[in-house]
C-alpha cells in the first residue's frame, strides 16, 4: 500500500527519517502548578530507550479545555510538522474529560484499533478500564499527515499500553500499540522509524521492512 501524501510540512529535520513527535499533557492542576506533571517526562524517556530512529520532541502541557486541545493539536501537525501527536490524560467519563472529543473534532479518520487495544491491555489490571475513552485517529492536510493518539493519564498505564505486556523471561504476551505504530506512520507518508526492539518490536509486513545498509 502506498500514498502520495508527503512529509514535506517540517523543514527542519535534520535527517529525512526524523520522526517529530508532539506530547500533550492535559491536566487542569498541572498546567496550574498545583503539582508536576508526570506524563511529559515519562513518554520522554520511554522514548529514549525505545526508538533508534533519529527523533525530535514538542511537547505543551495544558488544561483540559475541548477548544484548547484541538488548537494544540492543530498547531502540532499544521505548523511544528509533527508525525505523531500523543496525548495524556481527559480521557474519562467526568465532564472535564473531553480530549477525545477534542481529538476527533480536528481529524479526518478514527483508528479505532488503538483505543480498543489500550483498553484490553488496561483489563488486565483494572476492572475500571472500560471507563476509558481513548481514541486514536488520523489529521491529514494537503502535503502532511499525522496519527494521533490518546493515551492513559498515569505513566505507569503509558508505558504498558504503549509496550504491551511481557512475562517473567521478557516474552511478549500482549502485544503494545507502539508495535504498530511505525508502519501506521509509513503508510501516511512518514518517516521510516526503527525500535530498539529489547523494548519493543516494531511489526512491518516482510514487503514494507527497508533493508539494512
Same mark, same amino acid.
Given at each position: ?5 508527503t512529509?514535506s510540512?517540517n523543514?527542519?529535520?535534520q535527517h529525512?527519517?526524523e520522526v517529530w513527535i508532539?506530547l500533550?499533557s492535559i ?5 496550574s502548578?498545583?503539582y508536576q ?19 525530535h520532541?514538542?511537547s ?5 479545555e ?9 498547531e502540532?501537525?499544521d505548523?511544528?510538522g509533527c508525525?505523531? =501527536?500523543?496525548?495524556?490524560?481527559g480521557?474519562?467519563?467526568s465532564?472535564?474529560? =473531553?480530549t477525545?472529543e477534542?481529538?476527533?473534532a =480536528?481529524?479526518t ?7 480498543e487495544?489500550?483498553r ?7 476492572p ?9 485517529a488520523l489529521?491529514?492536510i ?8 490518546n493515551l492513559p493519564?498515569?505513566?505507569?498505564? =503509558? ?5 504491551g505486556?511481557?512475562?517473567?523471561d521478557?516474552k511478549s504476551?500482549?502485544p ?5 505504530v511505525?508502519y501506521?506512520i509509513?503508510?501516511?507518508?512518514g518517516?521510516y ?11 512491518r509486513p516482510?514487503s ?6
Amino acid at each position: 500500500m502506498s500514498t502520495n501524501i508527503t512529509n514535506s510540512k517540517n523543514k527542519n529535520r535534520q535527517h529525512p527519517d526524523e520522526v517529530w513527535i508532539g506530547l500533550i499533557s492535559i491536566s487542569d492542576r498541572a498546567s496550574s502548578g498545583v503539582y508536576q506533571d508526570e506524563g511529559i517526562p515519562a513518554l520522554e524517556n520511554w522514548f529514549s530507550k525505545t526508538l533508534l530512529s533519529p527523533w525530535h520532541m514538542e511537547s505543551r502541557l495544558i488544561p483540559d479545555e475541548k477548544e484548547l486541545i484541538s488548537k494544540t493539536i492543530i498547531e502540532l501537525i499544521d505548523l511544528v510538522g509533527c508525525d505523531l =501527536v500523543l496525548t495524556t490524560g481527559g480521557t474519562g467519563p467526568s465532564r472535564r474529560d =473531553v480530549t477525545p472529543e477534542a481529538t476527533l473534532a =480536528v481529524s479526518t479518520r478514527e483508528m479505532p484499533g488503538f483505543g480498543e487495544q489500550m483498553r484490553q491491555i488496561s483489563l488486565k489490571f483494572v476492572p475500571t478500564a472500560i471507563l476509558s475513552r481513548q481514541v486514536a485517529a488520523l489529521r491529514e492536510i494537503d502535503d502532511h499527515a499525522a496519527l494521533i493518539i490518546n493515551l492513559p493519564g498515569q505513566p505507569k498505564a =503509558v508505558q504498558e499500553t504503549l509496550e504491551g505486556l511481557k512475562d517473567s523471561d521478557g516474552k511478549s504476551i500482549m502485544p503494545g500499540i507502539f508495535a504498530a505504530v511505525p508502519y501506521c506512520i509509513d503508510l501516511i507518508g512518514g518517516p521510516y522509524i526503527e525500535t530498539n526492539e529489547a523494548v519493543l518490536k516494531a511489526f512491518r509486513p516482510k514487503s514494507a521492512i527497508r533493508a539494512k545498509s
